[in-house]
């Protein structure tokens, strides 16, 4: 047995030189596992509610008929790190919810998310939750959204609330209210990824924003059956929306059709 008592001459390597190597090492590990995990996907083929929002119909066009993103435009690991963290951050949250004295479902008997669909299939969603029960002053049942964000995003929608914050989100727990036909007031919680604060506010139905988004997914699913380019949200590519940044307080990440789009004539 080796003997690590102080004195033993057994020592730690503490040269941090190595450590990067082996850092370096472990992360290259990683980034090549969530990498190949990710390309394994099948690519969706249907417009999600959590993108119905966005700003440009052109890039939703993209996303639902899964064009090929330009070259080196995937996901990058650190994105997927990101991705994956919100996830954990989601179960997180629930059990504390469910710890609290919440009655919440996340998922079915079937072991499944709730969800709708629509438009035959190409329009769909999965909800995080439902609220049957609440240790607090709320009507229900109520849908439960919740979202694992950096400091300066939760920060943002803890000053604004998150309808002026996060139109997307609005846009999405709209859509969730209606098609789910839960009109009460949805709880919405945001986890704090750098600090673990977490807000929470009562979201109220939005049946005309509703209808506005579900209008949009007919829109793009009747102009992709007739093979038609719908037009860009930009007239320039140095637009936010196209190249990623903050443009009226909202966050557009970089377009990952910029390419492609810009190419073509109009
Ligand atoms: S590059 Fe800009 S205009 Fe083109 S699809 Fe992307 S966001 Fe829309």
């Not at 390309?39 to 966005?54: F, L, M, W």
């Not at 400091?151 to 789910?180: C, D, E, L, N």
């Not at 979201?203 to 037009?231: G, N, W, Y």
Request: a neutral charge; charged letters at 25%; hydrophobic letters at 40%.
């Amino acid at each position: 047995m080796i003997d690590l008592n102080h004195g033993s001459g057994a020592t730690c390597d503490t040269d941090p030189r190595r450590f990067n190597i082996v850092s370096d090492q472990v992360n290259g590990a990683v980034d090549l596992m969530l990498t190949q995990r990710q390309r394994a996907q099948v690519p969706r083929t249907y417009i999600g509610a959590s993108s119905i929002g966005r700003t440009c119909l052109r890039q939703i066009q993209y996303d639902y008929m899964a064009v090929p993103k330009d070259e080196g435009r995937d996901f990058e690991p650190r994105t997927l790190r990101i991705f994956e963290a919100g996830h954990k951050g989601e179960d997180i949250v629930a059990a504390w919810l469910k710890d609290a004295g919440f009655d919440l479902r996340t998922h079915g008997a079937d072991g499944r998310q709730y969800g709708y669909v629509q438009l035959g299939g190409r329009f769909k969603g999965h909800i995080d939750g439902v609220v049957l029960r609440a240790p607090i002053s709320m009507a229900v049942p109520a849908l439960w959204e919740n979202k694992v964000l950096g400091s300066a995003s939760w920060q943002a929608t803890v000053k604004k609330g998150v309808v002026r914050s996060k139109p997307i989100y609005a846009a999405q727990m709209a859509i969730y209210q209606a098609y789910m036909d839960l009109p009460n007031p949805a709880l919405f919680t945001a986890l704090n990824r750098d600090t673990w604060e977490l807000y929470a506010e009562l979201v109220p139905a939005d049946p005309p924003l509703a209808q506005q988004m579900s209008d949009r997914a007919v829109h793009i699913v009747r102009a992709c059956d007739h093979q038609e380019v719908l037009p860009r949200a930009a007239g320039d590519r140095r637009a936010k929306v196209c190249a990623g940044g903050h443009d009226d307080d909202h966050w557009h990440p970089p377009c990952a059709w910029q390419d492609r789009c810009w190419s073509r004539p109009s």
